[in-house]
């Protein structure tokens, strides 16, 4: 044992048991990226689709042109399915324009619901002669398979997540030829197959998948094109219409032991993922290869958007849901995505991950891992900061060179990943021994300062500066109403009068603190906080304003509970009554005051409103009083009262304020808006000089009023309405009125 002990010792001192620790967490990340553990994934495909947001594919032909069954053709057409006699037009149409191959992102599983036999068995009162001409037409199928004989058609398929019929044998299928391993244990797998028809089947020249998997975040970066569907396995639509624009018979499939390596046909060899995915080189959505289809069947369609061009018939009509997101695009039709896969393969501007790339990969994470262990306790922070820029900096560089010079996707997250994890671990140990170090901070300054300025300084020993930021902000300034004479009452009992405030002021500040509200000060009988600061809050007006409400509430609570206490003890009550004023705006937050001795606190010209906002609920006979960036944020949340258009002493832009008279329950009823709508004529007539008007509908805002709410705000603009008959307001008077008190 004592041999053990110096051993450990021995150890410690000479390697440290941070090194072997760090030694078992690389074996362990190296056992994550063998098995591609997830998040490792995504955070690789993310970095991949950052390079394509920042250097995208550049078109600088266009082979491949888009038939749109946009809105504007089903306007003209009606709605989806059309009937296949005007598909079939459509294709003649196509072919006589000069389209190489034609290929359809919809499948016709089945019959033609307007075919002629169907009509005679539907229509009543045919007389038996219609009936047997209807019989005796070719069926609208037909007419459709007829036209895609005269031309080069490939039909799409879709594989489904379950069989909903067994498959016809008898029907075409494409011709394999394989190299190597057996590459169907790789394929993306249905279950089941949606085909068309046998008639359309029978009569086309290719037959493909148009379904595409997204991605677990619901992003299409890879296409498969190779798959198996209900044990066939079939190219993609756009690779099919490779093989057939080729002229063709047979798909080539190389793979090894690794997975699927390529496939190919006679001219065109596709570079695929282990599981036959390509990765497509996206770039931006492009509107001039779209044609609607109804300037097709009209004959005014570019023929050089037609002629020789490889064409896709689909859809981008929102109704008919097919946007996909790409790493370039949050809604590229999906038909786009086949344009895009078939764009990058005839220009030869194809993404592909080299075969050696895990293993270039694996080999740095190692090697960086192993020099970290080896090298960065022996040097200083600065040192280690610059030689960690200089390796990120050269691991991000290659795989960007590869990136934009080969296309070659490398990835260099998971290196940086592994040697930044290596390198936290290792610091770690000197974290733990500041904590020792923050104590002693505690100790020193927790009889000084705020527990939570003492927590801030001991994780950031920095911010024991002056100075602050910029962030928009809600303030709140509270006060309690004729404080002065409740204080009076209590002149021989200041103790009583401790007692009393504490035991308002404490509602109050839960209120504020239960909605992520931050307690600036205390000020007497008044309170100053404000919401955004330190922490983020996206709700920061909703949170101010459910905190205002919470405030009254728990003040009616607190006012009936000494209410009866006064009963029961005889002596006299006077009620508390709190006033509330919330701004929103820009603000500067943190450490303000001098060197020795500073707050965290916020200061701004929108910190100014809300004081003077809380000043004057008085006036306005409501509690809580709001600025409009404030009121507009929550209108939908309560019930919101245009007060005034007011010039603030000191402040030369005017503000609208408004007045919460509850939340939403109170907004949503009939007499909340039958005051609201006076409140707002009474303003209309007010402002545009009509005073007659203005006290019509004061008059009748009062009747309507039953309970008084509104009797201050009435008795205000009547006084001012009164005062202006005497001596109008300026020509210019937009208005606003002049607050004459702070």
């Not at 090697?367 to 200089?390: E, K, Q």
């Not at 021994?433 to 920095?462: C, H, N």
């Amino acid at each position: 044992m004592k041999r053990l002990r110096i051993l450990r010792r021995w150890f410690a001192r000479r390697f440290g048991y941070a090194r072997l620790v760090c030694l078992a967490l690389l074996i362990g990340l190296a056992a994550l990226r063998i098995a591609d553990f997830a998040p490792i994934e995504e955070l690789r495909v993310r970095t991949f689709d950052t390079f394509q947001r920042i250097d995208p594919r550049v078109k600088t032909v266009r082979p491949v042109s888009i038939v749109d069954i946009d809105e504007k053709s089903l306007a003209r057409f009606g709605q989806w399915p059309w009937p296949r006699t005007r598909i079939a037009d459509l294709i003649t149409d196509l072919t006589r324009l000069g389209a190489v191959v034609i290929a359809f992102d919809v499948v016709f599983s089945e019959p033609d619901r307007l075919n002629p036999d169907v009509a005679a068995d539907t229509f009543r009162d045919l007389d038996e002669e219609t009936r047997a001409k209807l019989h005796a037409l070719p069926s609208n199928d037909q007419v459709f398979a007829d036209a895609m004989r005269r031309s080069r058609v490939v039909l799409g398929e879709s594989g489904l997540p379950e069989i909903i019929k067994e498959l016809d044998k008898t029907l075409p299928v494409t011709g394999l030829a394989m190299l190597g391993e057996d590459p169907q244990r790789f394929m993306f797998e249905f279950p089941g197959l949606l085909r068309n028809t046998p008639v359309l089947e029978s009569a086309a020249g290719g037959r493909g998948l148009f379904s595409i998997n997204p991605e677990r975040d619901g992003i299409i970066r890879r296409v498969p094109m190779i798959m198996q569907a209900q044990g066939t396995i079939m190219p993609s639509l756009s690779f099919e219409m490779l093989r057939v624009a080729t002229g063709t018979d047979t798909i080539f499939i190389k793979t090894d032991q690794a997975g699927i390596q390529s496939i190919g046909v006679k001219g065109f060899q596709i570079p695929t993922d282990r599981n036959g995915q390509l990765w497509v080189h996206f770039a931006r959505n492009d509107p001039s290869i779209y044609v609607p289809a109804v300037d097709v069947l009209e004959g005014d369609a570019p023929p050089e958007k037609i002629k020789g061009k490889l064409v896709l018939i689909g859809t981008s009509a929102a109704g008919l849901n097919d946007i996909k997101t790409t790493p370039v695009s949050r809604a590229m039709p999906g038909v786009e995505i086949h344009a895009q896969v078939l764009e990058a393969a005839l220009t030869k501007s194809l993404l592909s991950q080299p075969p050696h790339g895990p293993a270039l990969e694996f080999g740095a994470a190692l090697l960086l891992g192993i020099l970290v262990i080896a090298f960065a306790p022996m040097f200083g922070p600065v040192t280690l900061v610059a030689v960690g820029a200089l390796f990120a900096t050269l691991l991000v560089g290659t795989s960007w060179y590869f990136y934009t010079h080969d296309r070659l996707l490398i990835d260099f997250t998971y290196p940086l990943l592994s040697t930044t994890t290596i390198y936290l671990t290792l610091i770690f140990t000197s974290f733990v021994r500041e904590q020792a170090q923050r104590r002693q901070i505690r100790s020193a300054f927790g009889q000084y300062l705020s527990p939570a300025l003492v927590a801030q300084l001991a994780q950031s020993p920095e911010k024991l500066v002056l100075g602050g930021e910029e962030r928009e902000m809600t303030i709140m300034f509270s006060d309690v109403r004729g404080f002065t004479t409740i204080s009076e009452s209590y002149k021989h009992d200041p103790q009583g009068l401790t007692a009393l405030m504490n035991r308002f002021l404490t509602p109050l500040t839960n209120a504020i603190l239960a909605r992520k509200g931050t307690i600036d000060k205390y000020m007497g009988d008044a309170i100053m906080a404000f919401w955004n600061a330190p922490l983020d809050d996206g709700e920061h007006q909703l949170n101010a304003c459910e905190a205002a409400v919470d405030m009254l509430d728990r003040i009616d609570v607190l006012n009936k509970i000494r209410k009866q206490e006064a009963q029961e003890g005889g002596h006299p009550y006077i009620p508390l009554n709190v006033g509330v004023g919330l701004n929103t705006g820009t603000c500067v937050v943190g450490n303000m005051g001098s060197d020795l001795r500073f707050d965290y606190s916020v200061l701004g010209d929108s910190v100014n409103l809300a004081s003077r906002l809380e000043g004057q609920s008085k006036e306005y006979g409501f509690p809580i009083i709001v600025g409009s960036k404030t009121a507009l944020a929550v209108k939908d949340k309560f019930a919101i009262l245009e007060l005034d258009f007011i010039m603030v002493k000191g402040k030369k832009e005017p503000e609208v304020i408004y007045a919460i008279a509850g939340r939403e329950d109170t907004a949503q009823s009939g007499r909340f808006q039958r005051l609201r709508n006076l409140t707002i004529e009474m303003l209309a007539c007010y402002r545009s000089r009509d005073w007659d008007g203005a006290l019509e509908a004061i008059e009748r805002g009062r009747r309507s009023d039953d309970g008084g709410t509104l009797e201050l705000l009435y008795n205000l603009y009547e006084a001012r309405i009164l005062g202006y008959r005497k001596n109008p307001p300026p020509d210019d008077w937009n208005g606003a009125y002049a607050l004459l008190t702070k």
